[in-house]
Nanobody, 114 residues
Framework: QVQLVESGGGLVQAGGSLRLSCAAS????????MGWYRQVPGKQRERVAW???????IYADFVQGRFTISRDNAKNTMYLEMNSLKVDDTAVYYC????????WGQGTQVTVSS
């Protein structure tokens, strides 16, 4: 079992920045890849960014060049640096860890105001 706790969400004006963190605990050795996802009410959860165990990264087109995903294995923590935020980035952001099973955090709200 892997437990994930997100933090760092909040309210920010358009054009601003936020840094999300995802702290992992439990069966850390079972984690291979990790990712950030987001969801708005009435819509499906969508992948924002993904990072492999070897730190290969993949980004959704809508965040390319604005968001940066990273992980610090020594701290068992993953980050999402979000810059040039847009109103459309408003969502609940979830971190996920993938190994034998997928584990999800509880989510953190990001609200971008105009």
């Amino acid at each position: 079992q892997v437990q994930l706790v997100e933090s760092g969400g909040g309210l920010v004006q358009a054009g601003g920045s936020l840094r999300l963190s995802c702290a992992a605990s439990g069966s850390i050795v079972s984690i291979l890849n990790m990712g950030w996802y987001r969801q708005v009410p009435g819509k499906q959860r969508e992948r924002v960014a993904w990072i492999s165990g070897g730190s290969t990264t993949i980004y959704a087109d809508f965040v390319q060049g604005r968001f940066t995903i990273s992980r610090d294995n020594a701290k068992n923590t993953m980050y999402l640096e979000m810059n040039s935020l847009k109103v459309d980035d408003t969502a609940v952001y979830y971190c996920a860890a993938f190994g034998r099973v997928a584990s999800w955090g509880q989510g953190t709200q990001v609200t971008v105001s105009s």
